[in-house]
Structure formats: C-alpha cells, structure tokens
C-alpha cells in the first residue's frame, strides 16, 4: 500500500467546486496519456516535424499536434469546460456551453528538445468562463490574479505534475499504473538563490539592466553580489522552472534586440501567466519589466513577454535593475 495520497484525495481536501476538480482531472489524466506518448519517442513514430506551422510560425513537431488534439479531444468532451486556446491553435474554441471555465494551455512545451531526449511538458492555466455568452477571445483575455487553477506537467527522469488551485502548490509523481502520486505537498521556492538560467548566446542582445544583472552574477565572489553563481540553461520552460520549484533559481527570457518589436519569446496566456501563478503561490515572484507578471492586462490571445521569475529576493534585484533602467 503506497504511503502516498493520490490526486483525487489531495482535491477533496480543496475547497474549489467540484467542477474545477472535474477540469482538473481531465488535464491531469491527459498529461498522463501524453507521458507515455512522449516516452515512446521513435517506437511510435511520433518524432519529428509535421510538415506545419503554428500560428506563431513556427515549425510544429507531430507531438506538437497529436499532443494538442489529445487534450482539446478531452477537454471539449469535459462538461464544465466553456472554450480553450492552445499555442497550436491560432483562434479560441468555443465548446457550445456557457459558463464554467476556460483552458488555455501549451501542450508539449520545449517541443525542439523532444528528438534529442530532453525533458518537455505540458503547461495549463484555468480562469474563469463568462455566465451568460459563448466564450470569443476577449474573455480570455484577464490577468493572471484571475487564474483559478494553474500548472504544468514535466516529462523527465520523472512524470511529474505540480499543481495550485486555490492554495499552495503540490507536486505529484506518476506512479506504474498511471495514478498521480502526491509526493511533494506545499512546495516553496527558496528566497535567495546562486543559479540563473538564461540563453547567454543572447547577451549581446540584450538591453542594459539584464546585461548589468547578469555581469554582476558573473563577476562572482570578488564582484557586486559577493558569491559565486551558477548556470542552467534547459531551453524547456516547463524544466528550467521544475527546478526552481524544487532548489530555487532565477529564469530569465528577456526583451532582446534579434527582433525589437517583439516584447519577448514566451506567450503570457500559457507560458509566463500559469507559470508565474506556481511561483508567486510557492513564495517566489515573476515580473515583466518591473510590474508583476500576474497584474498585466492582455491585450492578444497568443500576446508574448519578457519574463523573469524565481527566488523573491533574487527577483527584487533583477527588478531594481529594470526600474533602474
Ligand atoms: P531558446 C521552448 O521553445 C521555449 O518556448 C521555452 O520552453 C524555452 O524556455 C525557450 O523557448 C527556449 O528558447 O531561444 O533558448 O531556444
């Protein structure tokens, strides 16, 4: 007998409705068909391009598809489920009901690093439906504070999938026979960290503060911050942020000047917004620029940001910085 409560349990001491743990467990039970999709790799002959793009132009891999299909088949068939948007999917679909709530989700985040055997995952947040409409995509549109339930699941050494709905954040492990295992409860991301991840191919392109944030890091014990520093660079959102959950850490994917227009890589709706939900609900903080992730208003579905998110106290001076200008 397994000394670990499962999924199902650890919600019925929640006090959301019983919907949203409906909503909540058909993405759970999804991230877990999509394990062993992913796990299959070349045996099922679901690696490599599809021969399309997304809507963000960008060259969709048939995991990027066939994952993206298998949660929009569960979440149209889930009841309280009002319409859902996905990275792959360039409009909102409504699902005929009203009211309840809404999905967006990225299906198989750091999709690149699926042919090369490095940890990807599913990312999801949940806001709130309107009552008395079909869903367009200007009711997607809320801040992340509006998120009723966010996570994310990391295809890795281990399935792993961490989880907020109303409170804290719990981390659960799949088990052999597919059962989401609680096996990491109120996890809390360290207040003070010596690791960043970031793509330092980029730094030239860079704008000031992160050039000086990061220099300073660098400079290690004899610089600015007094200690030495080190780097983690997944190119996964999904595992770069896993492992802040669990040791702490700083992630930063910032404006730089390849493509000025473009404010960042990474979508607000479901990369930075769910993301920031975990770390601010685990005691960490997440900003674009120096406002908080989670206070920005959309203003487009597939809208991208600059992100910076992790240990609060090493946020702080990443955010000094950005007011510093
Ligand atoms: P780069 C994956 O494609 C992704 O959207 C995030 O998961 C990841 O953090 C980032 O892009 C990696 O970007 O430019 O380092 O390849």
Redesign the pocket.
Known sequence: MTPFVDLAARLAAEPADAALKDVVLTIAATCARISRVVAAGALSGSLGAAGSTNVQDEEQKKLDVITNDMLSDALKACAPVAGLASEEMEEVEPTGRVSGYLVTFDPL????NIDVNVSVGTIFSVLPAPVDHAPTEGDFLQPGRNQVAAGYAVYGPQTMLVLTLSGGVDGFTLDAEGQWRLTHPNLSIKADTAEFAI?MS?QRHWAEPVRRYIDGCLKGKDGPRGKNFNMR??????A?VHRIMMRGGVFL?PWDAREPDKPG??RLMY?ANPMSLLVERAGGRSIQGAEDMLDLQPTKLHQRVPVALGSANEIEIVRAEMIAG
């Not at 985040?109 to 690149?112: I, L």
């Not at 660079?233 to 999904?238: E, G, H, L, P």
């Open positions: 985040d750091g999709s690149s793509n980029n660079w997944v190119a996964s959102m999904v770069d994917y890589k990474l990369e």
